[in-house]
């Protein structure tokens, strides 16, 4: 079971980086993610909100680098890096034009062969900085 929800935690991340047209096999209908700004709806619509709104509205050529995956039971720990230029504005942050990396830890619940739930560390400070910088 670890390496099928592996597996359904990479493809989250492929869906999310391309067209999201098969999100909606990957998240369950009240799939919340702890991390997305108040306001997301459940399930693959707040997912498609949060990449296509609300992401894209602050970063273009957006890209994850999946670092390694740990799974335990129903969970999984996805150990990334996110990479986007700065070209909107976020955070009240004029776009610098400059490509950014964060890298994060995202924590996902699994059931029935679908996500959950899903939790958020990044270095939130890190992040704004470079797009002060």
């Given amino acids: 079971m670890s390496e099928e929800n592996k597996a359904l935690v990479r493809r989250y991340y492929e869906e999310a980086m391309g067209d999201l047209s098969g999100i909606d096999a990957v998240v369950a209908p009240g799939f919340v ?16 909100k949060f990449f296509t709104e609300f992401m894209a509205s602050i970063f273009s050529e957006a890209r994850v680098e999946i670092d390694f995956l740990l799974a335990d039971g129903d969970k999984v720990d ?11 504005d ?14 994060a830890i995202s924590t996902f619940r699994v059931a029935e062969g679908q996500l959950a739930e899903a939790w958020e560390i990044y270095d939130s400070g890190a992040m704004v900085a470079q797009m002060q910088a």
């Fill in 33 to 48: 993610d702890h991390h997305f700004p108040p306001g997301m709806p459940p399930g693959p619509a707040g997912v498609r």
């Fill in 90 to 103: 976020g955070a009240g942050i004029p776009p610098c034009g400059k490509e950014i990396r964060v890298p």
């Fill in 78 to 88: 996805c150990h990334f890096v996110f990479y986007g230029r700065h070209t909107g």
